[in-house]
């Protein structure tokens, strides 16, 4: 059920990594895609600007080839983690194989972005996971055998694994194990910039954390009553006690009070922020989508906002606001949001809540996928499934292709067949950005109320209100000031009902 692959010549791609054997299906698990993006289709566009924030972020990096322990001189890495060798695993049911491949590649790009080496990966069939090693006992031996041949120093599960499963498979492979959950919290406190950011990355990581805490030895379960605590005391010193780790358990609990508290007083900024642009009725679109599907490459496509493009999974978790004009002159906000991905924890999800609401409040949804990855159809689902978790399946949508100048005739074909509708482009070339362009403003709400109006000359600021928010369909300098035929929102019609021609 496995199989290895030659190391790639780079050597930052995969060294070793699974498939099926050729005797019974012929298709390799990652063939000659890598799992993150190659290097050169990843190249940033002139519209993503200096990337000062990325040249930051990998301004320290770790020298690869040294040892990691602590008797070793080694270099200092941003993400002050190990550069762990890994070996990841995973189970499929009957017919699911090429969904436990992509899933199995992506884990694999996920554990890259954190900063690991992938070494191997195994992939084995049968209908539920084993509930006390999550692998059958036989491939729990197999795996250890694999761990040992390739010096791997961790296991990574493609799925969240109960505490019980995960001490079980470490008692076997006697390497650290972990699961996808795990990755997926670490990439997103290496990433997390702003101060509602790092709290929403604690406080999901305390509440995955807390079923998960594991004693050890006395020190995690002395009990601190009767003639033990106090040094002995006596009298009024016994009782039941408490153990060291429901000790733990009540400090996270009250740790995550504090945050979720953090997190609910960031609300009325953002609020406020929302508000004002509801008051001056500016629309705003949503850049929504899976993972490294390119949103924040189309937002600075869109913009030129030079926001940090990386390619790496989770490279941006703040919500970013740019402002644009379309071609008549309307302003609208365009919103980079936090990335998607299968099997987002549940965590990350109620943490990002107030994130994610940043999609709700749209005018429109800018829905990007990767138009070159193996599973469209799937980051389609991904997104609309959890977008349908906070509450804004119902949004009107635009399902934007990017990277277009990775895909073929054919390719486009069957993803047409996907959506009929959907919009082709590529932000590092700049194809289809003018249509895309378009499309938004076409998208748009327009303003509710059709006025016909003379402003004079010394209420220039309405004429400039109705430039900047509503729709100018015609207008006349007369003797008597501006003549003006638009559409405008309620608010502004009310300003303008004194000057009715």
Same mark, same amino acid.
């Given at each position: 059920?496995?199989?290895?692959?030659?190391?790639?010549?780079?050597?930052?791609? @995969?060294?070793?990594?699974? +498939?099926?054997? #050729? &005797?019974?299906?012929?298709?390799?698990?990652?063939?000659?895609?890598?799992?993150?993006?190659?290097?050169?289709?990843?190249?940033?566009?002139?519209?993503?600007?200096?990337?000062?924030?990325?040249?930051?972020?990998?301004?320290?990096?770790?020298?690869?080839?040294?040892?990691?322990?602590?008797?070793?001189?080694?270099?200092?890495?941003?993400?002050?983690?190990?550069?762990?060798?890994?070996?990841?695993?995973?189970?499929? %049911?009957?017919?699911?194989?090429?969904?436990?491949?992509?899933?199995?590649?992506?884990?694999?790009?996920? +554990?890259?972005?954190?900063?690991? $080496?992938?070494?191997?990966?195994?992939?084995?069939?049968?209908?539920? %996971?084993? +509930?006390?090693?999550?692998? !059958?006992?036989?491939?729990?031996?197999?795996?250890?055998?694999?761990?040992?041949?390739?010096?791997?120093?961790?296991?990574?599960?493609?799925? #969240?694994?109960?505490?019980?499963?995960?001490?079980?498979?470490?008692?076997?492979?006697?390497?650290?194990?972990?699961?996808?959950?795990?990755?997926?919290?670490?990439?997103?406190?290496?990433?997390?910039? /702003?101060?509602?950011?790092?709290?929403?990355?604690?406080? =999901?990581?305390?509440?995955?954390? @807390?079923?998960?805490?594991?004693?050890?030895?006395?020190?995690?379960?002395?009990?601190?009553?009767?003639?033990?605590?106090?040094? !002995?005391?006596?009298?009024?010193?016994?009782?039941?006690?408490?153990?060291?780790?429901?000790?733990?358990?009540?400090?996270?609990?009250?740790?995550?009070?504090?945050?979720?508290?953090?997190?609910?007083?960031?609300?009325?900024?953002?609020?406020?922020?929302?508000?004002?642009?509801?008051?001056?009725?500016?629309?705003?679109?949503?850049?929504?989508?899976?993972?490294?599907?390119?949103? &924040? &490459?189309?937002?600075?496509?869109?913009? /030129?906002?030079?926001?940090?493009?990386?390619?790496?999974?989770?490279?941006?978790?703040?919500?970013?606001?740019?402002?644009?004009?379309?071609?008549? *002159?309307?302003?609208?906000?365009?919103?980079?949001?936090?990335?998607?991905?299968?099997?987002?924890?549940?965590?990350? $999800?109620?943490?990002?809540?107030?994130?994610?609401?940043?999609? *709700?409040?749209?005018?429109?949804?800018?829905?990007?996928?990767?138009?070159?990855?193996?599973?469209?159809?799937?980051?389609?689902?991904?997104?609309?499934?959890?977008?349908?978790?906070?509450?804004?399946?119902?949004?009107?949508?635009?399902? $934007?292709?990017?990277?277009?100048? @990775?895909?073929?005739?054919?390719?486009?074909? $069957?993803?047409? !067949?996907?959506?009929?509708?959907?919009?082709?482009?590529?932000?590092?070339?700049?194809?289809?950005?003018?249509?895309?362009?378009? =499309?938004?403003?076409? =998208?748009?709400?327009?303003?509710?109320?059709?006025?016909?109006?003379?402003? %004079?000359?010394?209420?220039?600021?309405?004429?400039?209100?109705?430039?900047?928010?509503?729709?100018?369909?015609?207008?006349?300098?007369? #003797?008597?000031?501006?003549?003006?035929?638009?559409?405008?929102? #309620?608010?502004?019609?009310?300003?303008?009902?004194?000057?009715?021609?």
């Amino acid at each position: 059920m496995t199989e290895t692959t030659t190391q790639h010549e780079d050597g930052d791609a @995969l060294d070793r990594v699974l +498939a099926h054997a #050729e &005797s019974r299906s012929e298709v390799r698990v990652f063939g000659a895609a890598q799992a993150l993006q190659d290097r050169s289709t990843a190249a940033h566009a002139a519209s993503d600007g200096d990337q000062w924030d990325l040249e930051d972020r990998h301004a320290l990096r770790r020298v690869g080839g040294l040892s990691t322990e602590l008797e070793d001189v080694t270099e200092v890495e941003y993400r002050q983690l190990r550069l762990e060798n890994v070996v990841l695993v995973g189970v499929y %049911p009957q017919g699911a194989q090429t969904d436990a491949e992509n899933s199995l590649r992506e884990l694999a790009a996920l +554990a890259e972005t954190a900063g690991a $080496v992938v070494l191997d990966g195994v992939l084995q069939r049968r209908p539920h %996971p084993d +509930a006390a090693t999550y692998l !059958g006992r036989g491939k729990a031996q197999e795996l250890k055998d694999i761990v040992a041949a390739v010096g791997a120093d961790t296991v990574i599960a493609d799925t #969240e694994l109960a505490p019980s499963q995960r001490r079980a498979l470490e008692d076997v492979v006697k390497v650290k194990v972990i699961d996808r959950t795990t990755v997926i919290l670490d990439i997103f406190s290496q990433h997390a910039k /702003s101060r509602e950011g790092k709290a929403q990355v604690e406080l =999901a990581q305390l509440e995955y954390l @807390l079923p998960r805490l594991r004693g050890w030895g006395d020190s995690m379960s002395r009990q601190a009553g009767g003639q033990v605590g106090a040094g !002995g005391a006596g009298m009024g010193s016994r009782g039941p006690g408490e153990t060291k780790i429901e000790l733990d358990r009540r400090r996270i609990r009250t740790k995550m009070a504090l945050l979720r508290r953090q997190i609910r007083d960031f609300g009325p900024a953002r609020e406020a922020k929302r508000a004002e642009r509801k008051r001056n009725t500016i629309p705003s679109v949503a850049i929504a989508g899976y993972t490294n599907a390119g949103k &924040s &490459s189309l937002l600075n496509a869109l913009t /030129s906002a030079g926001v940090l493009v990386e390619n790496a999974l989770f490279a941006t978790l703040d919500a970013t606001v740019r402002r644009s004009e379309t071609a008549d *002159g309307r302003v609208f906000t365009l919103t980079d949001t936090v990335g998607f991905v299968r099997n987002l924890p549940h965590q990350l $999800v109620e943490a990002f809540r107030s994130t994610l609401e940043e999609v *709700g409040d749209a005018d429109v949804v800018l829905h990007v996928v990767d138009g070159s990855h193996p599973d469209p159809a799937g980051q389609l689902q991904t997104v609309r499934d959890v977008m349908g978790d906070v509450g804004v399946r119902d949004m009107p949508e635009l399902v $934007v292709f990017n990277k277009a100048d @990775l895909i073929d005739d054919d390719e486009r074909l $069957v993803l047409r !067949g996907l959506e009929p509708k959907a919009h082709f482009v590529s932000s590092r070339s700049g194809e289809g950005i003018a249509e895309l362009r378009a =499309a938004i403003e076409d =998208a748009l709400p327009k303003p509710a109320v059709e006025v016909h109006a003379v402003v %004079p000359y010394d209420r220039g600021d309405l004429v400039a209100a109705i430039h900047e928010t509503g729709m100018l369909l015609a207008v006349d300098h007369r #003797e008597d000031g501006t003549a003006v035929h638009a559409r405008v929102s #309620e608010r502004l019609a009310a300003d303008l009902a004194p000057y009715a021609s």
